[in-house]
């Protein structure tokens, strides 16, 4: 098969797979270098070489074959025992790695590659595999169970509790568990004090199968329990060729069965459906007014199935964040070699989901403050000992959901900062008055102002000064936002806060004189009513509400409309990141599920509104940001003060 | 706040073995030497009984009858301390509403194992 010239777009696909092969293989590589003897990673390994020797071939992508062979070649070696996983060869394996990637880019692209690099690193492979190593040792053969568990009705009724029973067994191995639920009866005929459930369980473990009947020996009456017998997983003999064929089939990979589409279709079907939102809005607002039962039950039956295909869709866009986790591994990796310090690099909640967009958004950022974890943070093994602590570092990736949003915290336990030298440091340099009373959390935010560094020494990891200022930037771009805590000497955490989807925000729908705005629900704190020649007696600029003072911004004059007529007028509170604001609109609407529509470049500039959206009349309301509202009463206040 | 045991048992140096292990991983235990006893001294709150089969006045069996049918225990659970020579007996208590039971005789180390089984 000639596929060189004649099939671009295969050879695309093929670049494509070979990008998800290349972040396998250097997430399998690491994973190896944390456990050299685990001859599943080793399986991983060779296959993904072996796919892109043979896949890269008959797409005329004959330089990256030619280099990958002799990697295959030495991993094969280290299948069949003959050769010891070293922290040099996983250095080289990686280093190889990249230069693959080096070689798909330079064909796509046309550019000429660098052959002598990849030459001199597959002459330390070769020398490294002469020199050889010990054989590993053969491991314990892990097995993968399949039990069904279904408990004698009568158990709790013998005082027995099955949760522990389940925490015991998932010490044995990685378990799955899935509840049966078929049995139970109607409520009329639950006894409760039975047990209706039963329990599908998988698990992989080396453990023989009497010690999973060991886990249920209180509970079992003799059929409670079926365990399918396990296929052995790993083999601690050399391979004979068969099986290395059915180890490298595709096949053998156990992934769930997936489709490729490009980002933009799916942006489209997003627009698509946003439209759609809107038109069903106008379809239910008409329904409503028609008093025809029989238009109502369609508006109410399409509302139902749109609101699905909106979730859908968005869900289509989510992904776990776990590979971009991934990312970092080898980047902190790869920068605490490079400076010389040892880094632990743990990450959490990697199947938390966000949209691939804030995904995508969120990537630099977040390799900027690791850098400056790695970098200024985290100290050197030396120093760590004197300051008592453990001399390998620890850098903690976290991620969870709170609300619509996603928190991504990114935590060491470093140095820390010291908000004196934050502080002095911006005074030298001019961001702050020498007599400004400053709380530690506005000390802290100093960080992000542009032209701030504290680094005594500019390394070439981090430290010009250029970034933080930056990644607030982006981060603000998303609606999210970034703070930072730090205990000098235990260490500094930044946390992101950021949107679960860029495409929809939970609103709240406004009226300001004439015309309607949204107002993100997020920020708002509560809503409150007062007497509108009350507010505007005096001019009053605040507003006392439980014992505190918040500021009013009056949104129909900030808004230059013309002044609405209503006795009486609503407040949003609302938290802001200059604190808490009072919003003064005429009415509140109520709850609206915004589909956010971009404004035009034209536009851009404009303050104080971030998007757009159509409202079910069709008429438009604009998405009001309220950080930037904030912000300018208060540069105002500032302007009009001196 | 650390779970009390109810260990019952007319052996003394039982007794005394059962509690000094309990009490080092960190339970309460309540000590009782028959089933009577035992019956008397479940009025105040107890997580889990652990009682000898062969016992004067009231025995294990008996007294596992009549903790299922009570009120405030009926879910409790309950282990046995049997001797290996009779298995017909552990289906017995099974069939009384015991949860569990221990094989006379046995290591310290198993005995919290079994105990942490059924209590989580």
């Known amino acids: ?642 | 706040m650390s779970k009390t045991i109810l260990a019952v048992d007319d052996s003394a140096s039982i007794r005394q073995l059962v509690s000094h292990t309990l009490r080092t991983a960190g339970f309460t235990v309540i000590e009782a030497c028959d089933g009577q006893d035992a019956l008397d001294k479940l009025k105040s709150p107890v997580n889990l009984v652990l009682t000898d089969l062969n016992m004067p006045r009231v025995d294990g069996l008996s007294l596992t009858r009549a903790i299922r049918a009570s009120t405030d225990h009926r879910y409790t659970p309950i282990l046995l301390l049997t001797t290996e020579s009779e298995p017909a007996r552990k289906l017995e208590g099974k069939a009384a509403g015991a949860t569990g039971w221990l094989v006379k005789p046995f290591q310290p180390e198993q005995l919290l194992a079994t105990i942490r089984k059924v209590l989580g």
């Open chain 1, 1 to 642: 098969m000639n596929g060189a010239d004649g099939f671009p777009d295969r050879r695309l696909a093929f670049c494509e797979e070979a990008r998800d092969l290349l972040t396998d293989l250097e997430a399998a590589l690491l994973q190896l270098e944390a456990d050299p003897r685990d001859q599943e990673t080793i399986g991983r390994v060779f296959r993904a070489m072996h796919t892109i020797k043979g896949s890269g071939a008959m797409f005329g992508f004959d330089d990256v074959a030619a280099f990958t062979h002799d990697i295959e070649s030495a991993y094969d070696l280290v299948r069949s025992g003959r050769l010891a996983v070293t922290p040099r060869l996983i250095s080289l394996t990686l280093a190889s790695r990249d230069h693959i990637h080096h070689l798909l880019e330079a064909t796509v692209s046309g550019t000429a590659p660098d052959l002598a690099a990849g030459e001199s690193l597959l002459a330390a492979i070769r020398e490294t595999v002469a020199s050889g190593g010990e054989a590993p040792a053969p491991v314990t053969t892990a097995r993968d169970y399949s039990i069904r568990f279904v408990p004698p009705p009568g158990l709790f009724e013998r005082g027995a509790n099955l949760l522990p029973l389940f925490e015991e067994l998932r010490g044995l191995g990685a378990l799955t568990i899935e509840c049966d639920t078929a049995a139970l009866p109607p409520l009329d005929q639950l006894h409760p004090g039975h047990c209706y459930l039963s329990w599908q369980m998988r698990l992989r473990s080396p453990a023989p199968p009497e010690a999973i009947r060991d886990v249920f020996v209180f509970v079992d009456e003799g059929d409670c329990l079926t365990i399918t017998e396990p296929a052995e997983l790993a083999e601690p003999t050399a391979p004979t060729p068969e099986r290395e064929a059915a180890a490298a089939a595709p096949a053998a990979r156990p992934t769930p069965s997936s489709l490729r589409v490009s980002a933009t279709k799916l942006d489209e079907l997003i627009n698509i459906v946003g439209e759609l939102v809107t038109m069903q809005a106008r379809l239910s607002r008409f329904a409503a007014q028609s008093g025809e039962i029989e238009i109502a039950h369609i508006a109410e039956e399409t509302e139902r199935l749109t609101s699905m295909l909106r979730d859908n869709t968005m869900s289509i866009r989510m992904l776990p964040i776990e590979a971009t986790f991934a990312r970092y591994r080898r980047l902190v990796r790869d920068l605490a070699g490079e400076l010389g310090k040892e880094i632990e690099l743990v990450t959490e909640g990697g199947d938390t989901e966000l949209d691939k967009g804030v995904i995508d958004q969120i990537a630099d950022p977040l390799v900027h403050l690791i850098r400056n974890s790695v970098d200024h943070g985290i100290e050197s093994p030396a120093e760590r000992r004197e300051a008592g602590k453990p001399p390998c570092g620890r850098l903690v990736l976290a991620a969870s959901h709170s609300g619509s949003q996603v928190l991504i915290r990114v935590t060491d336990d470093g140095r820390g900062i010291h908000p004196a030298r934050v502080r002095a440091k911006a005074i030298e340099k001019g961001l702050i008055d020498a007599h400004a009373e400053l709380s530690e959390s506005e000390i802290f935010a100093l960080l992000f102002r542009t032209g701030f560094s504290t680094a005594a020494a500019v390394s070439s990891v981090s430290g010009r000064g250029v970034g933080m200022d930056v990644v607030k930037r982006n981060v603000e771009a998303l609606r999210g936002t970034i703070d930072v805590t730090s205990t000098p000497g235990q260490g500094t955490v930044f946390t992101l806060k950021l949107p679960l989807t860029l495409a929809i925000i939970d609103g709240l729908l406004v009226r300001v004189a004439a015309q309607h705005f949204v107002f993100p629900v997020a920020q708002v704190l509560e809503c409150l009513e007062a007497s509108t020649a009350d507010l505007h007696c005096g001019r009053r600029e605040f507003l006392e509400v439980r014992g505190q003072l918040v500021p009013l911004v009056f949104l129909e004059r900030f808004l230059r409309l013309s002044t609405g007529s209503g006795a009486r007028s609503q407040i949003l509170i609302a938290q802001t990141a200059a604190g808490h604001f009072g919003f003064v609109v005429d009415e509140v609407i109520g709850d609206h599920k915004t589909v956010i529509k971009q404004l035009g470049p034209l536009y851009r500039h404009v303050e104080g509104v971030s998007g757009a959206t159509i409202l079910g009349d069709g008429s438009i309301a604009l998405i009001l940001d309220a950080d930037r509202l904030a912000q300018s009463a208060v540069d105002e206040a500032g302007r009009r003060a001196a």
